[in-house]
């Protein structure tokens, strides 16, 4: 069953992710809202002030005996009485009233703007408020309502206004303070809440260290104290690796029993050969060593089959190739061995009999047919494009490659060669099934063979094998 991955990799980062954009959006949207009630509230408390600095001067105004609007209200403020500062006041007489209208002396003799009863309507206390400009560019608001000075019914009409920048300075000090001290709380907040993340996951970290040691082969199964909500897991990872472990330990008893019962009949058989004319010892040493062969191939599928997904099967490159090589220049002194591999910690997810049987027949099939020498490499490579999805992209791959400078093999000779059985030249020795056992192991591991004709003129073998994690994805 493949497991399909959703967004970050990382746990840490993934929980890390959504607690900071929620908080980065719940700050928003907090700030937003606090701001916009402070600024009803602002907007209220300035129509407040501006209704009853309007009753004020209605207070403060009577109509004298000459028939004039008399008055001076006095609001405790000195922006009435300062020239362009949006803030005044106005009395005019309606109707039939023809006395002379009187203001504040911020006003001077400019005048404000008066919107129709239709733009601008009173309410059920006969009062309107409406926004405007002044001569001077003020924006401001306006508080106006009509009143009856006496009992002959003479009216005027009253408007207080007061400058909006007011407003908007204040609520642009609020909102700044406000979002100083929400960023300053939202930063901390992330401190505390990625330290407490980091804190609260800090058991699965350890059980990711302990399960790379597994992977390493340096542990045989997760080591630590756990919380109990992964305690569970923990317990069942590492039944499952003793599982596995003993399935491994049975499989390969049994390949070895199998491999001894079969060794005496087979060598009793080849004893026997003395007993028969050269001809017919001769076709039966032949077959006997074919079959012996073939038996042991097919036990090396067995095990192989049986243990190529434990998480134990490790082999570090370096030191089983530098022990083949050494071994062939032994067997070869008139040729030349030259080995390559990168980087130098590189391993193989196999079990090291694999490894050594795999190349050491490729390095043996070489060094028969080469003429001067033999090189080797092994190196990162991506993953096949057939496994170019789940769990094969979470595992490096190794390419590694044995060529020649011999005289190589055509697109049909390699067809044959690795037919079970077949050999190409005959006046060398061997039972023809190095490059069939070789193509076998490396198919039960899953991994890809090619054959092609070198650069060196000689034949070129390429192996791509599955790597060993060497960390876990954090």
């Known amino acids: ?6 967004g970050p990799r990382s746990l840490t980062a993934r929980v890390l992710l959504l607690a900071t954009t929620w908080s980065a959006v719940a700050l928003v949207v907090i700030s937003i809202v606090i701001s916009q009630l402070y600024r009803q509230s602002a907007e209220r408390s300035f129509t407040d002030l501006l209704r009853a600095q309007l009753y004020n001067v209605i207070n403060s105004v009577t109509i004298g005996e000459d028939n004039k609007l008399i008055g001076n209200p006095q609001l405790g403020d000195l922006r009435f009485s300062q020239p362009e500062t949006g803030w005044y006041w106005i009395i005019e007489p309606l109707g039939t ?74 609520i642009r000090s609020f909102s700044r303070s406000l979002y100083i001290a929400l960023g300053v709380f939202g ?21 990711r260290r302990s399960l790379e040691r597994v992977r390493r082969s340096e542990a045989e199964h997760l080591e630590g104290e756990f919380p109990r909500e992964i305690m569970p897991l923990a317990n069942d990872i590492n039944a499952l690796i003793e599982s596995n472990r003993r399935i491994v330990e049975r499989a390969r ?44 191939s097919y036990l090396n599928r ?14 570090d490159i370096e030191p089983v190739l530098e022990r083949l090589v050494r071994v062939m220049r032994r067997l070869n002194p008139d040729k030349e061995f030259h080995l390559s591999v990168y980087p130098p910690g590189a391993a193989l997810a196999l079990e090291q009999q694999d490894v050594e049987e ?13 003429r001067t020498g033999v ?33 190589g093999l055509n697109p ?60 876990v994805a954090g």
């Open 187 to 207: 930063i901390g907040s992330l401190i505390v809440n990625g330290l407490a993340i980091l804190y609260g996951l800090q058991p699965l970290d350890a059980a």
């Open 97 to 170: 009233f023809a006395a002379t209208a009187i203001s504040s002396s911020s006003l001077g003799t400019s005048n404000i703007t008066v919107p129709s009863i239709l733009q601008a309507p009173f309410n059920n206390r006969y009062e309107r408020f409406y926004p405007t400009r002044d001569a001077f560019g003020n924006h401001v608001l306006v508080a106006e309502t009509e009143v009856v000075l006496d009992g002959e019914g003479r009216a005027a009409r009253f408007r207080v206004s007061g400058n909006l920048d007011a407003v908007e300075d204040d």
């Open 375 to 407: 090189w080797v490499t092994a190196a990162l490579a991506t993953a096949p494009p057939e496994k170019a999805e789940g769990e094969a992209t979470k595992r490096p791959w190794i390419e590694m490659a044995v060529e020649d400078d011999g005289p």
């Open 1 to 6: 069953m493949r497991i399909k991955r959703i």
């Open 302 to 315: 067995a095990r192989i089959a049986a243990q190529r997904n434990s998480l134990l099967a490790r082999t």
């Open 412 to 471: 049909d000779q390699i067809t044959e060669a690795v037919k079970r059985g077949r050999r190409l030249d005959e006046s060398k020795p061997g039972a023809g099934l190095g490059l069939s056992i070789v193509s076998e192991i490396v198919s039960e591991y899953q991994g890809e063979l090619e054959m092609t004709r070198g650069v060196r003129g000689g034949l070129r073998t390429q192996l791509l094998l599955p790597g060993m994690i060497k960390e």
């Open 358 to 370: 795999t190349i050491g027949n490729l390095l043996e099939n070489s060094a028969r047919f080469c």
């Open 253 to 296: 008893m049994q390949v070895g029993n199998l491999a001894h019962s079969l060794k005496t009949p087979i060598a009793v058989l080849l004893n026997e050969l003395r007993m028969l004319d050269k001809v017919q010892s001769d076709l039966v040493r032949s077959q006997a060593e074919t079959m012996q062969a073939q038996v042991q």
